[in-house]
């Protein structure tokens, strides 16, 4: 599974980070966020593809 981010989507509301915090973190400065890792460790998917759902702003997409 990989995922993708779009920062420029990103609106900050950090639910990704709730649904899969081994996989997402937000920036500090602004809170968009950015990836943990570059594929997803095993165990995280649901958590993934929960965070591609809620997404607010659709700035994730996840590829199995």
């Given at each position: 599974?990989?995922?993708?981010?779009?920062?420029?989507?990103?609106?900050?509301?950090?639910?990704?980070?709730?649904?899969?915090?081994?996989?997402f973190t937000q920036r500090e400065d602004d809170g968009i966020?950015?990836?943990?890792?570059a594929d997803v460790p095993a165990g995280s998917e649901d958590?993934?593809?929960?965070?591609?759902?809620?997404?607010?702003?659709?700035?994730?997409?996840?590829?199995?």
């Amino acid at each position: 599974m990989k995922v993708e981010i779009d920062q420029d989507k990103c609106i900050g509301a950090g639910q990704c980070v709730v649904a899969a915090g081994a996989v997402f973190t937000q920036r500090e400065d602004d809170g968009i966020v950015e990836l943990l890792v570059a594929d997803v460790p095993a165990g995280s998917e649901d958590g993934v593809r929960d965070a591609e759902m809620v997404c607010p702003a659709g700035a994730i997409v996840v590829h199995d």
